[in-house]
């Protein structure tokens, strides 16, 4: 199974169309089995940037999709639709669902809404009855299901020099993810992408059992951060039996497309990487061992 992930499209006076076109030229070529869009799909919560927003997704790959809300999606400036009906446009020209479900054949994906209207704007929080909503989806997947959260929000800092705050209880949304044997947690916000594990910034309870964090950079607008700063980029992730393998595309300027720029492989829940290879090696040692006999 293959995931198209972008985040952070900023339609509106950051949106860059040369970059958008290079998108939709690239994404029918990638073969997606699903597409995801983590957030911000507008710059100010306008209703002829989100009218943009949905006929630019209307022309990706028709492919089962799951879009969740960012921040910028919700009115910052227009207190009294921010406080009365925060998502009313994003409802109205988007999706009704702000916490989507999406069940495939090899994967569960769950959305949820991080965005906090009332009290977190920037940062973002998930509530408990957000977990208790993602633990009742997964309990009902199939066992060999790889279990997907996507949220706006980060769950980790991106490890470079800016120093990012991570969300509210963002420790405690972890723990929960893991004992609900989430495997991968897909997101955006920071406007540059990072790719690695919870383990890498955060023990939790279950030290073997750590989730691989896949943040998307922003896709298609100016707003690029960090080491990403001026860049546009979006992820392709591959899902096997036996691993995930996360493919960084980023646009260049020169080639006027996305290219290829890394790529990373992190075993799947109850896997290793050394299992097979270890055997190999074995039968491999063991014939060569037989073939000197008599």
């Not at 597409?35 to 989100?50: H, N, P, Y």
């Not at 921010?82 to 009313?88: A, Q």
């Not at 997964?138 to 470079?160: M, N, R």
């Amino acid at each position: 199974m293959k995931i198209l992930h972008v985040s952070d499209l900023h339609f509106g006076p950051p949106y860059l169309p040369h970059v958008g076109e290079a998108l939709l030229r690239v994404a029918p070529t990638l073969q997606p089995d699903v597409i995801v869009v983590s957030g911000d799909l507008t710059q100010r919560a306008k209703r002829e940037q989100f009218v943009d927003a949905g006929e630019f997704l209307d022309q990706l790959p028709d492919r089962p999709t799951l879009v969740i809300p960012g921040n910028h999606d919700v009115p910052l400036y227009r207190i009294k639709e921010r406080w009365c009906d925060p998502h009313g446009l994003y409802k109205e020209i988007i999706s009704e669902d702000l916490n989507p479900v999406l069940r495939l054949d090899d994967a569960v994906l769950v959305g949820l809404d991080s965005t906090a209207p009332h009290r977190a704007i920037t940062n973002g929080r998930i509530t408990v009855e957000q977990l208790e909503h993602s633990h009742r989806v997964f309990a009902e997947a199939p066992s060999d299901a790889a279990k997907i959260i996507v949220a706006h929000h980060h769950f980790a800092p991106a490890p470079d020099y800016l120093h990012d705050q991570t969300m509210p209880k963002a420790r405690r949304a972890i723990n929960r993810f893991i004992e609900q044997g989430v495997e991968l947690i897909l997101g955006g916000h920071l406007h540059r992408a990072y790719i690695g594990n919870s383990l890498n910034f955060y023990p939790g309870h279950h030290r073997d059992r750590g989730i691989v964090i896949v943040q998307c950079g922003t896709t298609t607008s100016r707003r690029g951060r960090g080491p990403e700063s001026e860049k546009n980029s979006f992820n392709m992730i591959e899902v096997d039996d036996e691993r995930f393998t996360i493919t960084h595309f980023m646009f260049f300027e020169e080639e006027q497309q996305f290219i290829p720029l890394s790529e990373h492989q992190f075993p799947r829940l109850g896997k290793r990487f050394q299992q097979r290879r270890v055997a190999r090696q074995v039968t491999d040692t063991f014939a060569h061992h037989n073939s000197d006999r008599p």
